[in-house]
């Protein structure tokens, strides 16, 4: 028997049946099979060696090699013997004999070495081909060496294994380097972990297997830091299938320690852009989710929710970044995006994302709006795989963000961005989500998301079609919006109701056709808010059907034509666009013919706002111009022998306020004065010849005069549509009169209110000559209550203040009427750059400044009496009330119905002596009442109040108001919520650019001016100034009054965006700067207790306003209060902050640089930000010394701080500290704490008069912006300052700060804890060395010691306040040492042990106080107290351990003893009844809560050590003593940083 047949048969005996030509067939298990083996080859040595060479003739077959790698075969079932073998070893498959053999110890080493030589002998032979990869012989050779039990020679295996290596192709490199980690023991991982290492440079190609074997190994950190180096430079080059492998090894092989390295280093070689662009030009077909920029961040996302130090580092980077926007920022912002997911870490990601969107424009890491909304759009994949992050944050940032803030900007940029990117299921939750802002009531949120939805559809309509119904189900709740936010939302659904117009589908037609449904029954309600309704949703329809874009103006002449017959399709659509278009426009006005006429002014009113903002077509534009022209001219407009014919006059009738002697244009107010007709003046004074007013003009509701001033609007935006800008066909409206009043005779007995009859005109008589002194309409004739002397104009006014009180009020509708005129004529006219339309506007501005004050001054006269004037009772302005309309079934056809003016009913209603139809029904007290009932209602038989009766039997009071429920604003109090808005045309009569010639002007009177400013301020601050406090729509104004008056419907104001309202304003800047030196220099020169600035006296000023009497000044001090407020508040307006707003900073800087004494036009043009924020500086800086008052230098200070903000990088921390003390002095910081300290000084008037917030800022910035060193001013503040008024209660006055007393000691003891905390959270502890941290720890803790000891000192009514301040501040200051100090303190200690021990042993001081206070709010049963306790408590627990585990970690435990913390009161005395008497008297620092031990005999001697007492053996026996507890301590302090 040869010894191949021998090997076959030990072989067969043992289990396995070799076949020729066959897979082997296994009849035993395997571990028996070895077992037998075994103990052959031991009986027989020569067994082993001829079976290793049996093997070797098996694998030197090229053929039927494979059949010895591949698992063999099991025997048949109906071998029983066998079948029992099987069912025992319950083997599902097989072996292959090589892998068989290996587990042989006498045979593995060989064949180990014989697999490893025949290796090589398949190079090339196998193809490239990877789907046969599985079927190689390499594999299968390699297979078998993989996950064996044991391995006997492990070093020579790897050694061979590395050999080969060495020479393969690089597929069987691939093969062997993925094989690695399986076949290779741990002892050898180090040794292969070297060799891959060298490789990763040489072997680009081989990255990827590399990666992951060194992955799988145990590698040294230096070997895995040569490693990363690697892989980083290869960023760059790698291709973008590669780099998720790549980002994954880098960040799971990364450590706590290097982990910020890395990560910087990863952020400047990963360039995001060009894996997109590359992977695109690549592969086309591979789904979305597998491209490589959605599975780089699937790796980040793996490995950041894994590792607790990745997050923790990639946070602090980002929030302490300080390079530019790049492609790092995307990664960046899907990290902050996968960490907010983690609940633990929301707070902190939204505080950085706070931080980001709320940097300054001169910081380059800001993100903006359009770096955000570019980002979506480019990378759409990842943030889809993103989206639920995406779409939380952004509506964080809805609900958070303020009205117009920066944050709404980039929540809105986000949404759209992300609409217009992504798919359909993230397009419904947007939706969705937005629809769920709308409804929750906050104004933020509402003003945000409508104003979303308009942009999605006007930059994606068809993407947001499918979706309209989730803004449709937002129409059963507009009631309770504002009317912007509704005209938001019905502009929204105009856009998706007429997008397929030129298709004609059945859904759009039926979409359009629900919308006018919902309007015609708005519009036909009895309730004036669903009116108000119906007319915002018809005009917003009308907007977008005879749209300036939506129509072309040959298809809509073909349409007026009428010849359609060869029509496209399109041009067919809009011919029917244009028949909708006109629909909606009769039925507008079909509406207004049942209404009041506050409706139709209404209407007047939105179509103007639509016109304004090219919003209708040419042709829709002349059909309404005309009609409202023609209408306009019949009512209002007369001339004097018109008035003559009308009016019974003793002469020719006197007509006041004109501005053209010439002009006899004339506008007839009286007729239409509702109060007239009611008192029956206008029977006594209208000729009996002359026909009824019914005949030509609706009766409704309210007075005509209501509609007035929005008809006017009208008129003037249509003819600008229509004129190109110009005015010059209705110039005359400028310069006409006005008729107030008939020549009524006022010498007539007074009659009161309550005996006048209605109707009777027996109470007034006219006067006999024009001349006479008694005629009042000669009183007022010309300008007499506007241009005349002052004292001739009071003299006036006091007496027709005693005119009889029917009279006076009818001249209060007259005056009301005139007032609202002529802000529409300056609203009108005041962009009218013709040198003689600018002048005439000047003179309104003028008059109306005077009409106003005297309006006011009547309105007082009759207030509280019975005939008290409001614009809302006479129905002069849009109804608020929610009760019902009244609604004649037939047009009125008599006089009015006068009722008690102390009724709701309207001036204009029914005459009781005429027949009516019964199907008239009047409106009183919110009822609808018929003829009968009306007139019982008049005879007293009915009560006049049922409302107000069923409100008394619920306990409840009715608020007071002038009309119903409307409003309760009291008109003689404030007049200026009633009357109309200026626009921003209004404000173009300040920009003194376009003056022709300066010497004939008119001026502006400083009353004028001051009209002019308070209108101004009032829209910028609507504006341009961060509402943070969140406002609920139902408990605010009524709706539609956010901003803007109740006399102004539609809001031009009001429905603008802040960027919208800076740029009207940004023209007019630089003027308002000539008009505050204007202002501030006449004030200088009329009151002498201010210096005049030397630049004031060194320029030849033209003059801006007229002075015409000393008692004008005090209209210049208000002047110069809106003034500065106006200017600062621009200048603090968040959107100069970011970098799209880059070339309206600058135009700001060089308006403030332009005034200055030293900077003229050409030298601006070459000047940096920094520079132009320098000559600003100087500027504001050089008006304060002109300021008399301490609130106009706080505001001087605001706009200090606000241009330094600008230039953050100019005159940095660093640069200061290399200046000398003059120089930081001359520094803007230096000069703005300088400035800061002489306004707390009282180096101006009035520092009484300062608020506690404005003490807090002032406190605030002469600390921080100190230039020499804030920290020591704060301790000096805390120890010197702050206990001056203390020392003496009597006196309560600190020597040192002169508006410190006992009166302001709250809010500056409140600013200097919150700047000391402030200023340890913003100090850079890492950069101080260990003496320097010391140093700087100590000053620290002897402010916060002495500042905790004040509040033993406070009496009881100061506790209140301050007391409260204390544990605020001292949480946060815990909280900055727990966090931040003591680990710092732990690095040092060794070298710096005592100076350690002294820092803690102070601020043991202060964590004992702060325990007190905590006593005592439960004492106090201050529930304002107690909110603060629970989390400070908390803070000084953690703060003990904190220091526990310092002196653990130091083996000091010896210093530092725990137990009970005495019970002391707020003073620091014990409390008596919580310890026994005979503890009274003995230590009282044996068990206090972190007792150090170097304290010395007194808390005195303590305060005045140099140096506390060296840690003695104590220390050293305690130690071991406290070892034990160290496991708990630590578990504790791991347990406080989890809550």
């Known amino acids: 028997m040869n010894s191949s047949q021998r090997c076959r048969q030990a072989i067969d005996s043992c289990g396995v049946d070799i076949v020729e030509d066959g897979l082997p067939i296994q009849k035993a298990p395997s571990a028996l099979f070895r077992y037998k083996l075994s103990e052959a080859i031991r009986e027989d040595e020569d067994l082993g060696s001829q079976l290793g060479d049996f093997l070797d003739n098996l694998l030197s077959n090229h053929d039927s090699i494979s059949l010895y790698l591949d698992p063999m075969s099991q025997a048949q079932p109906d071998d029983t013997e066998l079948s029992t073998v099987t069912d025992v070893a319950g083997m599902p498959q097989t072996e292959s004999l090589v892998r068989l053999m290996l587990g042989v110890d006498a045979l593995q080493t060989r064949l180990i070495s014989t697999l490893l030589e025949k290796f090589p002998e398949y190079i090339g032979d196998e193809g490239n081909d990877e789907e046969a990869g599985a079927t190689k012989i390499s594999a299968k050779l390699l297979r078998q060496l993989r996950w064996l039990d044991y391995v006997i020679d492990s070093s020579g295996l790897t050694e061979k294994l590395l050999e080969t290596l060495g020479f393969v192709p690089v597929d069987m490199q691939r093969e062997i380097i993925l094989a690695l980690p399986d076949i290779i023991s741990d002892s050898d991982t180090n040794e292969v972990s070297k060799v891959l290492a060298g490789m990763l440079n040489e072997t680009p190609e081989l990255m990827l297997c590399i990666l992951e074997t060194l992955g799988s190994l145990e590698c040294s950190s230096g070997l895995l830091q040569e490693a990363r180096s690697s892989v980083i430079s290869q960023l760059l080059s790698a291709e973008p299938i590669d780099i998720p492998v790549m980002m994954r090894f880098l960040l799971q092989s990364v450590s706590s320690d290097v982990a910020t390295p890395t990560i910087l280093r990863i952020r400047k070689r990963l360039d995001l852009e060009s894996v997109v662009l590359a992977s695109r030009y690549q592969d086309r077909s591979k789904d979305i989710d597998q491209t490589p920029d959605v599975l780089i961040f699937d790796a980040i996302a793996a490995c950041l929710r894994s590792h607790k130090h990745l997050r923790d580092a990639w946070l602090k980077i980002i929030s302490t970044d300080t390079d530019d926007v790049g492609s790092h920022t995307t990664l960046d912002i899907v990290v902050l995006l996968i960490i907010h997911q983690i609940t633990t870490y929301t707070k902190r990601v939204e505080s950085i994302l706070r931080n980001k969107i709320d940097s300054v424009s001169s910081q380059p890491t800001a993100y903006t709006p359009q770096l955000v909304e570019t980002t979506i759009q480019k990378f759409p994949a990842v943030f889809s795989t993103q989206f639920a992050a995406l779409l939380s944050v952004s509506s964080w940032l809805i609900r958070t963000s303020s009205l117009g803030s920066q944050g709404s900007r980039v929540a809105q940029a986000i949404v759209v961005g992300a609409f217009g990117a992504m798919g359909m299921f993230q397009r419904q939750e947007i939706s969705g989500e937005l629809a769920v802002h709308i409804g929750s009531g906050n104004l933020n949120e509402v003003d945000t998301a409508t104003r979303i939805y308009l942009e999605l559809a006007q930059r994606h309509p068809r993407e947001l079609r499918p979706f309209a119904v989730f803004i449709k189900g937002l129409l059963d709740y507009v009631d309770n ?922 601020m043991q001081k202060c964590t004992r106080i702060l325990q007190s206070i905590c006593n005592h709010s439960k004492v106090s049963k201050d529930t304002k107290l107690q909110s603060a306790v629970p989390q400070t408590k908390r803070k000084l627990e953690q703060l003990i351990f904190q220091v526990y585990m310092l002196m653990s970690n130091n083996d000091s435990l010896g210093a530092i003893d725990l137990g009970t913390l005495k019970h002391r009161d707020v003073h620091g005395q014990l409390v008596g009844s919580q310890i026994p008497r005979d503890q009274l008297e003995s230590d009282s620092e044996s068990l206090e809560s972190l007792d150090v031990s170097m304290a010395s005999e007194s808390e005195q001697s303590e305060d005045n050590a140099a140096a506390p007492q060296r840690i003695t053996e104590k220390a050293r026996r305690g130690n071991g003593r406290a070892i034990g507890s160290r496991n708990k301590i630590g578990k504790r302090i791991e347990l406080l940083q989890r809550r």
């Open 481 to 1402: 919006l504002s009317i912007d936010h509704i005209r938001s939302i019905f502009d929204t659904l105009g856009i998706l109701s007429t997008l397929n117009n030129s298709s004609g589908s059945a859904q759009d037609d039926s979409m359009f056709n629900d919308l006018y449904i919902y309007v015609r029954k708005q519009l036909s309600s009895v309730y004036s808010k669903y009116n108000r309704i119906g007319v915002v949703g018809t005009v917003s329809l009308l907007r977008q059907l005879g749209g300036e874009n939506s129509l072309d103006t040959a298809r809509v002449e073909e349409a007026a034509g009428g010849s359609s017959t060869m029509a496209t399709q399109p041009q067919a659509a809009n011919i029917q666009a244009l028949r909708r278009a006109v629909q909606l426009l009769e039925m507008l006005m079909d509406s207004g013919r049942h209404q009041s006429w506050t409706f139709v002014s209404m209407t007047y009113d939105e179509l103007a706002h639509i016109v304004e903002t090219k919003g209708l077509h040419r042709q829709l534009l002349t059909w309404l111009h005309e009609n409202v022209s023609s209408r306009f001219a019949a009512q209002f407009l007369s001339d004097i022998d018109g008035l003559a014919e009308r009016y019974v006059c003793p002469g020719q009738p006197s007509v006041a306020l004109s501005l053209d002697e010439e002009e006899t244009t004339v506008l007839d107010i009286f007729n239409h004065n509702g109060d007239a007709a009611g008192y029956g003046m206008h029977k006594l004074a209208k000729r009996q010849d002359q026909p009824e007013d019914s005949e030509s003009v609706p009766r409704l509701r309210g007075c005509m005069l209501a509609c007035l001033p929005s008809l006017l609007r009208l008129i003037q935006v249509c003819e600008k549509a229509l004129s190109q800008n110009s005015l010059a066909e209705i110039d005359a409206l400028l310069v006409c009169g006005i008729f107030l009043l008939p020549p009524i005779d006022i010498a007539t007995p007074q009659t009161s209110f309550v005996s006048l009859e209605p109707g009777i005109s027996g109470s007034f008589t006219i006067a006999d000559s024009s001349s006479s002194a008694n005629n009042a309409s000669r009183l007022l004739a010309g300008n007499a209550l506007v241009d005349v002397n002052e004292d001739e104009r009071r003299a006036l006014l006091d007496s027709i203040c005693h005119w009889q009180p029917e009279l006076r009020r009818i001249l209060c509708s007259s005056l009301y009427t005139a007032a609202n005129w002529i802000r529409e004529i300056v609203n009108a006219f005041a962009d009218q750059n013709t040198e003689e339309s600018r002048a005439r506007v000047i003179q309104r501005v003028n008059q109306l400044a005077h009409i106003e004050a005297d309006l006011e001054a009547l309105a007082v006269s009759l207030r509280g009496t019975a005939g008290e004037f409001h614009p809302g009772a006479a129905g002069l302005i849009p109804e608020l009330s929610d009760s019902l309309s009244a609604r004649p079934s037939v047009p009125f056809g008599g006089q009015a119905l006068r009722i008690q003016p102390s009724t709701s009913i309207d001036a204009q209603a029914i005459e009781p002596n005429e027949p009516h139809s019964s199907g008239l029904l009047v409106e009183a007290g919110g009822l609808l009442l018929s003829q009968e009932d009306t007139r019982k209602l008049v005879s007293g038989t009915i009560d006049m109040q049922p409302a107000e009766a069923s409100m008394k039997k619920r306990g409840r009071k009715r608020k007071s108001g002038g009309f119903g429920t409307s409003t309760t604003e009291d008109f003689a109090k404030s007049l200026y919520p009633f009357l109309r808005e200026l626009s921003f045309s209004a404000f173009q009569i300040l920009d003194l650019s376009h003056e022709h010639s300066a010497e004939h002007r008119p001026l502006l009177s400083p009353y004028g001016l001051w009209v002019i400013l308070r209108e101004l301020s009032a829209a910028v601050s609507s504006k341009l100034v961060r509402r943070a406090e969140k406002r609920h729509l139902w408990a605010s104004k009524p709706p539609g009054l956010q901003f803007g008056t109740l006399a102004t419907f539609s809001s031009n104001i009001a429905s603008s965006t802040a960027s919208k309202m800076f740029a009207n304003l940004l023209p007019i800047f630089p003027s308002l700067l000539a008009f505050l030196d204007c202002c501030l220099e006449t004030r200088a020169r009329y009151c002498h207790d201010v210096s005049m600035p030397d630049r004031f006296s060194s320029r030849n000023r033209p003059r801006l306003i007229s002075i015409d009497a000393p008692d004008d000044v005090a209209a210049v001090e208000q002047c110069i209060d809106l003034l500065l407020q106006t200017v600062s508040t621009v200048l603090h307006w968040d959107g100069l902050q970011i970098g799209s707003e880059h070339s309206s900073l600058v135009a700001i800087l060089s308006a403030l640089a332009r005034q200055g004494q030293h900077t003229d036009d050409e030298e601006l043009a070459d000047m940096e930000v920094s520079a132009l924020v320098r000559r600003s500086f100087d500027y504001i800086l050089g008006i304060a010394p002109a300021v008399a008052v301490s609130s106009r230098a706080l505001d001087i200070l605001r706009m200090l701080v606000a241009v330094r903000g600008f230039a953050p990088l100019y005159e940095t921390k660093e640069e200061v500290c290399c200046m000398g003390a003059e120089q930081r002095n001359n520094t803007m910081d230096g000069q703005i704490s300088s400035f800061a300290q002489r306004v707390l000084n009282a180096e101006w008037q009035g520092s009484e008069s300062l608020k506690p917030v404005d003490l807090e800022y002032l406190v605030a910035q002469h600390i921080t912006k100190n230039p020499h060193d804030s920290m020591q001013l704060a301790y000096e503040y805390a120890t010197q300052i702050l206990p001056g008024p203390l020392q003496d209660m009597a006196d309560g006055v600190d020597k040192t700060l002169a508006v410190l007393r006992l009166s302001t000691f709250a809010p500056c003891y409140k600013a200097v804890s919150q700047t000391l905390a402030a200023l340890v959270q913003n100090a850079k502890l890492n950069e101080l060395s260990g003496s320097d941290l010391l140093q700087f720890c100590s000053v620290v803790v002897d402010a916060w010691m002495e500042l905790c000891r004040i509040t033993q000192k406070l009496n009881q009514s100061m506790q209140r306040s301050v007391l409260h301040l204390a544990l605020r501040s001292g949480y946060t200051m815990t909280d900055v040492f727990a966090k931040t100090i003591i680990p710092r303190l732990d690095a040092c200690f060794f070298a710096h042990r005592e100076e350690v021990v002294a820092v803690l042993q102070r």
